[in-house]
């Protein structure tokens, strides 16, 4: 069994439980990383697509999702998002991804998203780094170009033609008291990545590979899974301050044009 990092337990908690409220359909994911979300929506019965930047990865997920591909169930497309084909979905959903999308882009990255799920009001998910005051080496090996505040999430929203239906802060207190501990292991094992482009940092941040901070052994699945971790996650959700956490949860509808 394959053992994950916490906050990501807690972040796909969280996700799971706001995803019983939904109606199985059709998702675009953007930037799934190591497939984690993606594996969570077909368990489900989700059909969809996903977008990635990084050829590499995106052939680890193929590889990791041949069976739903050769089903029909999941299509993998190394491309831009934004300027992919509109495409009528029930969610659009982003984990980790907006904070690598320059202003501009950021706007564009609304747009598409916006064309994609108001035939069908549907909803946008993204998860973010949050607490600028936690900008850290973590944000400068991996191409961020911003941390996210409740308020910065809000004025986006309405700013691009959305209407915000809810924002949680998520995974405190427990990547708060990780942080330290987070950060040196980055700092000693990808601390030379300062020196790429931020496009060569944000192709390397979907395959990251830091020992106790990204990956853990197998046998640590036996500490770190969604039993474990249930008080954890009922604690983010009680406390969840959304000025303290390092990562907030939105969910977005848009707007009448």
């Not at 009528?88 to 982003?94: A, E, K, M, R």
């Not at 944000?202 to 990204?214: D, I, Y």
Request: charged share 25%.
């Amino acid at each position: 069994m394959k053992a994950l990092p916490p906050g990501t337990i807690l972040q796909l908690m969280y996700l799971s439980e706001r995803l019983e409220r939904l109606q199985p359909g059709r998702f675009i994911e953007i930037g799934a990383g190591n497939g984690e979300i993606t594996s969570l929506l077909l368990s489900r019965g989700w059909i969809g697509s996903v977008y990635e930047f990084d050829a590499d990865t995106t052939a680890r997920l193929k590889e990791r999702f041949a069976d739903e591909i050769v089903e029909g169930r999941l299509v993998l497309s190394n491309s831009n998002y934004v300027r992919s084909e509109t495409a009528d979905v029930d969610i659009v959903i982003s984990s980790m991804v907006m904070e690598h999308l320059s202003d501009e882009d950021e706007a564009l990255f609304m747009q598409k998203s916006r064309a994609n799920l108001e035939h069908k009001h549907g909803t946008l998910i993204g998860i973010v780094p949050a607490g600028p005051r936690y900008w850290g080496i973590e944000d400068e090996i991996a191409g961020h170009f911003r941390r996210y505040t409740p308020d910065r999430i809000e004025a986006l929203a309405r700013a691009c033609g959305w209407s915000l239906q809810h924002l949680k802060g998520l995974t405190f207190p427990v990547s708060n008291l990780l942080l330290p501990v987070s950060n040196y292991l980055v700092t000693k094992q990808e601390g030379a990545k300062v020196s790429l482009s931020k496009l060569e940092q944000t192709k390397e941040s979907g395959r990251r590979n830091v020992k106790f901070k990204t990956t853990f052994p197998s046998i640590f699945s036996l500490i770190l899974n969604q039993y474990t971790m249930y008080p954890l996650h009922l604690l983010q959700k009680v406390l969840g301050p959304t000025d303290r956490s390092l990562v907030l949860y939105f969910e977005a509808r848009p707007l009448p044009r």
